[in-house]
Nanobody, 124 residues
């Protein structure tokens, strides 16, 4: 079983930056498709960004394109989300997710394992 642990969330002012990390257990991280999702209060969880096993084929939602960057370090079993020019509407719980496959996937139901999430609050 794969375990994911997110870190790096916090409180930041609008226009600021944060870098989220997602540490994965196990030896096969490099073969997993990975993604970041977020859930704002009272809203459904939505995909933020996704990446294939080798970091290529990245996908971003329109709301974060040009501001967020998803990356991974397979040697460290870690997924990252660099967030710049943060806006109050980016406030949410951010969760990483993985799939026992190497492609690109965009729906919650496509992912096999999840972290518990880290809170990001952007003040205006």
């Amino acid at each position: 079983q794969v375990q994911l642990v997110e870190s790096g969330g916090g409180l930041v002012q609008a226009g600021g930056s944060l870098r989220l990390s997602c540490a994965a257990s196990g030896r096969s991280f490099s073969s997993y498709a990975m993604a970041w999702f977020r859930q704002a209060p009272g809203k459904e969880r939505q995909i933020v960004a996704a990446t294939r096993w080798n970091g290529a084929g990245t996908y971003y939602s329109d709301s974060v394109k040009g501001r967020f960057t998803i990356s991974r370090d397979n040697a460290k079993n870690t997924l990252y989300l660099s967030m710049n020019s943060l806006k109050p509407e980016d406030t949410a719980v951010y969760s990483c997710a993985g799939r026992f496959s190497s492609g690109s996937y965009f729906r919650q139901g496509d992912y096999d394992f999840w972290g518990l999430g880290t809170q990001v609050i952007v003040s205006s």
